[in-house]
């Protein structure tokens, strides 16, 4: 792997394995998404020993370092200001400091800030070390009594416009199990847009406030799930667990190459953009798509 190379596989294990917080190293930290009690002690023990922490919200985070009797200098990183605050803190650790990133719930850089960070980190060569613990997709996949052997993690999708129709229609072929992330108020018209795009018999899991005291996990169909929550303003967090396409399909690759291209058109896409995602999904040369669709 030439070029690749300033943490080699052998490198990162033997720093790992000491079991020591290093000086000069960003460790992304993983926090519990509801049960305090789901803290790991390694993650008590490199919020402690660092120099300073890195948060989301330095009020929520505030509050869980006071709940596990820890003081630490908190560094706001979010959204609105990590292209100017990741390189202030890869110069705190190139100086030496250690950093603790933690965001609001579960592992930072899933659907959360920190994925900018780290790619800093990695560019300058500065060693960045997995804590790991909760995340609510993965917790949701373990109890959704649905395949979990090869999954894709879809995490929020786009709110409006071509970009969801298009990410909605490709998730028709999807033969992985699907997760999403999704807010309450827009809960509803997921799922009913969900179940007309692919299938309202399509089985799903709807796991609501994970580890929270109004835990509750919903076994059924796109169709029941949708049904179930047209009417009831829905509240809490959730995550959607949707079981892939059957390999015989019922989806986009049953259609004929045309009418596969047609559906990705009336979602938005030029015909440019249709036939290439067509011969993707059905793993198929561009060029044959295209015969079939121009005669
Ligand atoms: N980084 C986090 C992780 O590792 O899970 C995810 C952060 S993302 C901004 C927040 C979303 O995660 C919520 O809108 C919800 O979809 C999901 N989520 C977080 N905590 C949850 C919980 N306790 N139960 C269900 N879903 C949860």
């Known amino acids: 792997m030439s070029g690749a190379g300033k943490t080699r596989p052998e490198a ?11 000086p000069g ?6 926090t519990p998404i509801g049960n305090l009690a789901d803290v790991s002690e390694r993650a008590v023990k490199v919020l402690a020993e660092c120099t300073f922490v890195a948060c989301e919200d ?6 869980l370092l006071a709940r596990l009797g820890i003081k630490k200098p908190l560094v706001s990183y979010h959204e609105h200001n990590r292209a100017q605050r990741g390189p202030e803190i890869a110069a705190r650790l190139r100086a030496g400091e250690t950093c603790a990133l933690v965001t609001d719930a579960g592992t930072p850089a899933i659907s959360d800030p920190g994925e900018d960070l780290v790619a800093i980190c990695a560019a300058e060569g500065i060693p960045v070390r997995p804590v790991p613990g909760c995340c609510a997709a ?11 052997r090869r999954w894709v993690f879809e995490g929020f999708l786009p709110l409006k416009g071509a970009e969801r129709r298009w990410r909605i229609a490709a998730l028709a072929d999807e033969e992985r199990t699907v997760i999403l992330y999704e807010a309450p108020h827009r809960l509803a018209a997921t799922l009913s847009e969900l179940a007309d795009a692919l299938g309202s018999e399509r089985p799903a899991t709807l796991c609501r406030e994970l580890t929270k005291l109004n835990e509750e996990i919903l076994r059924g ?15 809490g967090e959730f995550v959607l667990v949707v079981g892939g ?3 015989a399909g019922n989806g986009l690759c049953s259609l004929t190459p045309e009418e596969h291209v047609a559906r990705y058109v009336e979602a938005g896409m030029t015909e440019k953009e249709a036939i290439k995602a067509a011969a993707r999904d059905r793993g198929v040369p561009k060029n044959e798509i295209y015969s079939a669709v121009k005669g």
């Open 12 to 22: 990162a294990e033997t720093s790992a394995g000491r079991n020591r917080t290093e």
């Open 245 to 247: 396409a059957s390999p």
């Open 221 to 235: 169909t796109l169709g029941s799930l949708a049904a179930a929550y047209a009417e009831e303003q829905p509240r």
């Open 25 to 30: 190293t960003l460790y992304i930290v993983a």
């Open 58 to 63: 330095t009020r929520n985070s505030g509050l």
């Open 138 to 148: 993965v917790s949701a996949l373990s109890v959704s009594a649905l395949p979990s």
